[in-house]
C-alpha cells in the first residue's frame, strides 16, 4: 500500500526557512502530480502549490483576495529529487501565518501532515 510520509517541519523564528519532505514512490510521483496543502489550527485546508507529472511547478496565490495559480512564488519552491520518490517544499522567510500542519497528496493518497510552528 502506498504511504506518504511527511517530514522536516519544526518550530522556527521568523525569517528562518525549512525544507518539507515528502516522501512517496516513484511510480506514484511519476504518474500523478504531487500536492502540497497546509491547515493552520481552526482554519480549512489551504492549497499551497503542486508539481506537474512533467516536472512544471504550481503555486498558489491570492491578489485582492483572489485566489490564483501563479508558476511564481516569492518564499515557497516544490521540487523532486532526483529518485523521483521525494517532494520537496522549501519555505523562506517563514511568517508567524504560516503555522500550520503541512500535508502533501497525490492521487488519492495523503500523509500524516508535518506541524510548522513559527514563532519568536
Known amino acids: 500500500q502506498v504511504q506518504l510520509v511527511e517530514s522536516g517541519g519544526g518550530l522556527v523564528q521568523p525569517g528562518a526557512s525549512l525544507r518539507l519532505s515528502c516522501r512517496g514512490s516513484?511510480?506514484?510521483?511519476?504518474?500523478?502530480?504531487v500536492y502540497w496543502h497546509r491547515q493552520a489550527a481552526g482554519e480549512e485546508r489551504e492549497f499551497v502549490g503542486y508539481i506537474n507529472t512533467d516536472g512544471s511547478v504550481y503555486y498558489s496565490e491570492t491578489i485582492n483576495g483572489r485566489l490564483t495559480i501563479s508558476k511564481d512564488s516569492a518564499r515557497f519552491t516544490i521540487s523532486k529529487d532526483n529518485t523521483g520518490n521525494t517532494v520537496y517544499l522549501q519555505i523562506n522567510n517563514l511568517k508567524p501565518e504560516d503555522t500550520a500542519v503541512y500535508y502533501c497528496h497525490s492521487s488519492s493518497h495523503w500523509g500524516q501532515g508535518t506541524q510548522v510552528t513559527v514563532s519568536s
Open positions: 516513484a511510480s506514484l510521483f511519476r504518474d500523478n502530480h
